[in-house]
């Protein structure tokens, strides 16, 4: 049999041995940078795209709530506007006033209601809730509005449905440039 003799003193096998480790590490790290890479795609995809969007302003429903009024009485019957600002209460109005009407008007209505360019909103939402009742622009300050009783006054009307906005778009965004 012959003997294969290593001249070199064993320097071969170290060398083999060291290549075979620099190879697996270098394999070890393209597979860590690949499944990095795999991940930040992963995570990239779920970020929000942009869509279709709109430009008008949301619009806040006016609630009983928001509305203040003054209750008065433009008739011969006493307590009357004393109850009818008790029901305007529990429909959830902000009741300020209550008495005789101070214009002393004769109303031949059920009910007038009495607003100024601010209060338009309000006197809006205050006549859904009045069936035969007018509305009366007085060019007032502030949106206070006034609900003066007639003499065909009976009682407040069925509460109307709210209408709730629905908004399909998200609203785009604004861009404010400053000179």
Known sequence: MSEIVDDDGGRGYRVRRQRRSVIVIVVVLLALAGAFYYASTYFRATEPQAGPCTTEPVVVALRTSDVSLNVYNATNRSGLASAASKTA???????????????????????????????????????????????????????????????????????PAVVTPTQTLRPCPTITVTQ
């Open 89 to 159: 209460i529990d429909r959830g109005f902000k009741v300020k006033k209550v008495g005789n009407d101070p214009k002393k008007a004769t109303i031949k209505q059920t009910a007038q209601v009495r607003f100024g360019p601010e209060g338009e909103a309000s006197a809006k939402l205050l006549l859904a809730h009045l069936p035969g009742a007018v509305g009366v622009n007085d060019k007032r300050e502030g949106d206070t509005v006034d609900l003066v009783l007639g003499n065909k006054w009976k009682s407040f009307g069925p509460v």
